[in-house]
């Protein structure tokens, strides 16, 4: 009998605990990231897909070498001061995120971005052309940039370096 | 309306009020699972939906009733035909019937009947036998099991649910449900919850058992998904589904306003002389309810079947009774039955 009461008592007091909780946690502000609309900032070192600038480009290259598994394609044309650059494509279906092109990359222009969603519909579509088609042939050190869609210019990050992870 | 005979003019007020209670049963289906969907949301540290309709989602419930309706009507080849296709209609009918004698504000009710409570309770049973044809009707092991303790549980927890109302009837004196609401006039202290620890005790004990009755968490044994798919309307799809759906809701705000009426001081707000909108003060009284409802649904882990009967038989009865007695001697002791 007096394990009936106590358990009545056991129910309705732990009810009541669990209910003080989830209450609390209506006033509490989501943690949820509204993806599409919100992204989540990414650490400073975070490898994202390969970005390369080519107002700085000078198509060394170097990058194309040292890729492991060869998914920069470099194309130009002409010698010496008149040398041009054509094509700049890397092939995200191959790359491996190592870093060794931007490691080494002497102009700077070559860079790890914080751009994370992979996904698409057609694997052709993670072929990227950095330079315009249409514009054909831009002198090697003066090649505009195209404004791709895609490119989100990485945030300033203002705790150290490896922290940014936490936030 | 002088060319209208009294029964034409009963007739249609009866065919517009009760086309106002089906647009509030929709109504309800629509803002409720809105409102499940942000409350679950926010106890989860989540933001529930929030696309649909720019403002939090509010037009989510709206798309998926449109979605529900665009869906291929399917009657299993070996199922009833004839039960199956008339158990959404039963259990639709057993919660539309009962929000007749709802007494909405003074003098604003569909049937002002003499036994308004007792007819209430008697209608909303109709839902169980609804519940166990379209189990039967399905021919389906999961449905069956559903309906088998959808009927089980239902049928236990509606002496509780109606045993806790006695001692308002007692105080009353009367079924009528607008007898019941004057009966509490004249501020929040004169509401049958806050009258004596009996009936405090007893408005506990209906909500407990009216969350049993609507079949929702932690009382949700005949739908529990992790174990009968979705119980008794497993093999319901459509507008047959909906069906279930609208009045599953439904009965939830139901619940909640014979709550209301019965222990919450109905139409009366509060606060003696703020009683400028009965029916809005009602209803809110009953979202309120609703909420609560949700809070417990998304708090509380689903009970085991023995657990569901044990806390009926052998822990709700008992203490309805005790509130039934105690109340009556609180009525004798206090004079008031003079």
Known sequence: ?167 | MGGMSDQGLHVTGAALMATLMFTVMALCAIVFTWMERKVAGFIQSRYGPMYTGRWQGWAQAVADMLKILGKEDIIPAQADKGLFVFAPILVLLGSLLAWAAIPWSPGFIAADLDLGLFYIFAVSSMVVIGILMAGWASNNKWALYGAARGAAQMVSYEIPLALATIPVILNVGSLNTQDIVIAQQGGMFNWFVFHDPFLFIAFWMYFIASIAETNRGPFDMPETESELVAGYHTEYTGMRFAFFFLAEYANLFLVAIIASVVFLGGWWAPIPGLDFAPALTLVIKGVLLVFLNMWVRWTLPRVRVDQLMHLCWKVMIPVTLLCIVGSGLWMILSGELG
């Open chain 1, 1 to 167: 009998m007096v394990q009936y009461f106590q358990d009545i008592y056991s129910a309705v007091s732990s009810a009541l605990v669990g209910m003080t909780i989830t209450i609390k946690h209506i006033w509490k502000k989501p943690v949820t990231l509204q993806f599409p609309d919100e992204r989540q900032v990414m650490p400073q070192r975070f490898r994202g897909f390969v970005h390369n600038d080519t107002t700085k480009c000078d198509a060394c290259n170097i990058c194309a070498k040292l890729c492991p598994v060869d998914c920069i394609y470099i194309e130009t044309e002409g010698k010496g001061k008149d040398r041009y650059m054509t094509r700049y494509a890397i092939d995200y279906n191959k790359c491996i995120w190592c870093s060794l092109c931007t490691e080494n990359c002497h102009t700077g222009s070559i860079t790890m971005s914080h751009d994370y969603d992979h996904a698409v519909y057609d694997r052709r579509s993670l072929v990227y052309e950095f330079m315009d088609p249409t514009e054909g042939k831009v002198p090697c050190h003066r090649a505009t940039r195209i404004e791709l869609g895609w490119w989100v210019e990485p945030k300033e990050d203002k705790s150290d370096g490896d922290k940014g992870a936490e936030s």
